[in-house]
């Protein structure tokens, strides 16, 4: 979706609303959401930073002889969570240079890929390639309306299907059986590329070990033992997920790349993208853009945490939109191949790819508040249920399931 402006975004944010509806989606549901809001900016005094904290997961890795700071960083990690339901991080074991390799890679898959051959729909496109206008968000109209003018979405209402593209490829150990072998498929390997496999196995487990790393340290926070989601990590269907977006089709300013969503899984991990674009919403329903330094890595909390700590942890809401920043980026790249006498009109070099991967609990354990969480208005809230099962009904809600149903408000 095009939009001419950020005021044409608020505008458009609430397309098809009258003041009745409002007051209905608020009286039927909505309001928890707005009571949560001002419980959270309540209690913490209005002393929300306006950046995401910054994780050192050097001093936790080496805790036996820094046992003070990796003890103020465990805390640092349940606290961001709680409070942003994001944080960015730096691993030692995950150089930018891998990022990098990563990337070029994937410039060139998605530049030269058709969209078919790679796709397999009828595995719920949860291996091989997803092409544009295939995934459409879940329609979180109701819940924007609620949110401050300036801080609504861009993404229409009701809102379109993203024109980004995905690749998934499956990262980590198999379980022996499943009932769920949809989430579990063998992968789509593209014969043009024979490093493909080296390198997507490359980045993918390297931001799969600092996941598992971090989900560590948040357990110990959240006062779990630290094994606790780890254990349920094991033999999950995780999926190095890069998405493109090409900018030689999508490049207007106010194109939302990706509708605003929240993430499905436990938790979803970043590498540095070369355009600016990304977004998220903190708890307390303010917006904002986010920069992740060179070297750093950006985590998100997912559905399935949510899930776990009965709502303590919410899932992040977030979108990528193209914004001024990010086309200073796209012309600068374009003067280069200009200078270069190259025709700018069709760039390899202008498909935006973000490197995510999406770290999940494992299909067959079943989800249900844990520890001092389980309380029993969350186990209300959040009856048990098999993670295969809560990640099938997400995906039929956005459009790739195979029992896939429209969104309605």
Same mark, same amino acid.
């Given at each position: 979706?095009?939009?001419?402006?950020?005021?044409?975004?608020?505008?458009?944010?609430?397309?098809?609303?009258?003041?009745?509806?409002?007051?209905?989606?608020?009286?039927?549901?909505?309001?928890?959401?707005?009571?949560?809001?001002?419980?959270?900016?309540?209690?913490?005094?209005?002393?929300?930073?306006?950046?995401?904290?910054?994780?050192?997961?050097?001093?936790?890795?080496?805790?036996?002889?820094?046992?003070?700071?990796?003890?103020?960083?465990?805390?640092?990690?349940?606290?961001?969570?709680?409070?942003?339901?994001?944080?960015?991080?730096?691993?030692?074991?995950?150089?930018?240079?891998?990022?990098?390799?990563?990337?070029?890679?994937?410039?060139?898959?998605?530049?030269?890929?058709?969209?078919?051959?790679?796709?397999?729909?009828?595995?719920?496109?949860?291996?091989?390639?997803?092409?544009?206008?295939?995934?459409?968000?879940?329609?979180?109209?109701?819940?924007s309306a609620l949110l401050d003018e300036k801080e609504r979405p861009y993404t229409g209402c009701p809102p379109?299907?993203?024109?980004?593209?995905?690749?998934?490829?499956?990262?980590?150990?198999?379980?022996?059986?499943?009932?769920?072998?949809?989430?579990?498929?063998?992968?789509?390997?593209?014969?043009?590329?024979?490093?493909?496999? @080296?390198?997507?196995? %490359?980045?993918?487990?390297?931001?799969?070990?600092? #996941?598992?790393?971090? /989900? *560590?340290?948040?357990? !110990?926070?959240?006062?779990?033992?630290?094994?606790?989601?780890?254990?349920?990590?094991?033999?999950?269907?995780?999926?190095?997920?890069?998405?493109?977006?090409?900018?030689?089709?999508?490049?207007?300013?106010?194109?939302?790349?990706?509708?605003?969503?929240?993430?499905?899984?436990?938790?979803?991990?970043?590498?540095?993208?070369?355009?600016?674009?990304?977004?998220?919403?903190?708890? @307390?329903?303010?917006? %904002?853009?986010?920069?992740?330094?060179?070297?750093? #890595?950006?985590?998100? /909390? *997912?559905?399935?945490? !949510?899930?776990?700590?009965?709502?303590?942890?919410?899932?992040?809401?977030?979108?990528?939109?193209?914004?001024?920043?990010?086309?200073?980026?796209?012309?600068?790249?374009?003067?280069?191949?200009?200078?270069?006498?190259?025709?700018?009109?069709?760039?390899?070099?202008?498909?935006?790819?973000?490197?995510?991967?999406?770290?999940?609990?494992?299909?067959?354990?079943?989800?249900?508040?844990?520890?001092?969480?389980?309380?029993?208005?969350?186990?209300?809230?959040?009856?048990?249920?098999?993670? *295969?099962?809560?990640?099938?009904?997400?995906?039929?809600?956005?459009?790739?399931?195979?029992?896939?149903?429209?969104?309605?408000?």
């Amino acid at each position: 979706r095009h939009l001419a402006s950020p005021a044409s975004h608020r505008t458009m944010g609430l397309k098809g609303f009258t003041l009745p509806v409002l007051a209905a989606v608020a009286a039927a549901g909505g309001v928890i959401f707005a009571n949560q809001v001002a419980s959270v900016a309540a209690a913490t005094d209005n002393k929300l930073v306006d950046t995401i904290p910054m994780i050192d997961m050097s001093a936790y890795l080496d805790r036996e002889n820094r046992p003070e700071e990796a003890a103020a960083e465990v805390a640092k990690v349940a606290d961001s969570l709680h409070r942003f339901g994001a944080l960015v991080i730096k691993d030692p074991r995950v150089e930018e240079q891998s990022n990098t390799v990563f990337i070029d890679m994937l410039e060139k898959y998605f530049y030269n890929s058709d969209g078919k051959r790679d796709a397999r729909p009828e595995m719920h496109y949860q291996v091989g390639v997803t092409p544009e206008n295939t995934e459409r968000p879940r329609n979180h109209c109701h819940r924007s309306a609620l949110l401050d003018e300036k801080e609504r979405p861009y993404t229409g209402c009701p809102p379109d299907a993203d024109p980004k593209w995905r690749f998934f490829w499956r990262i980590g150990s198999k379980p022996k059986t499943s009932k769920y072998p949809q989430l579990n498929a063998d992968p789509v390997i593209p014969e043009e590329i024979p490093e493909w496999s @080296d390198t997507m196995d %490359m980045w993918g487990t390297k931001m799969l070990t600092a #996941l598992h790393t971090l /989900a *560590g340290m948040a357990a !110990e926070g959240l006062d779990l033992p630290s094994n606790t989601f780890q254990d349920m990590m094991q033999d999950a269907p995780h999926l190095l997920a890069p998405t493109g977006s090409d900018f030689n089709k999508y490049g207007a300013n106010g194109t939302v790349l990706a509708g605003y969503h929240y993430d499905l899984n436990f938790l979803t991990i970043h590498g540095k993208s070369r355009f600016p674009g990304l977004y998220v919403w903190l708890r @307390d329903g303010r917006r %904002m853009p986010v920069k992740v330094p060179p070297g750093h #890595l950006i985590v998100q /909390a *997912g559905k399935q945490i !949510e899930y776990l700590t009965g709502g303590y942890i919410m899932c992040g809401f977030h979108e990528v939109v193209v914004n001024e920043a990010t086309m200073a980026v796209i012309d600068k790249k374009k003067a280069a191949a200009a200078a270069e006498g190259r025709d700018t009109s069709n760039l390899q070099e202008l498909w935006r790819v973000s490197s995510t991967l999406f770290g999940h609990i494992a299909s067959d354990q079943v989800l249900k508040p844990m520890g001092r969480f389980a309380t029993p208005e969350a186990l209300a809230e959040f009856p048990p249920v098999e993670t *295969g099962q809560q990640v099938q009904n997400e995906l039929n809600a956005i459009n790739l399931g195979a029992d896939s149903e429209k969104n309605e408000l």
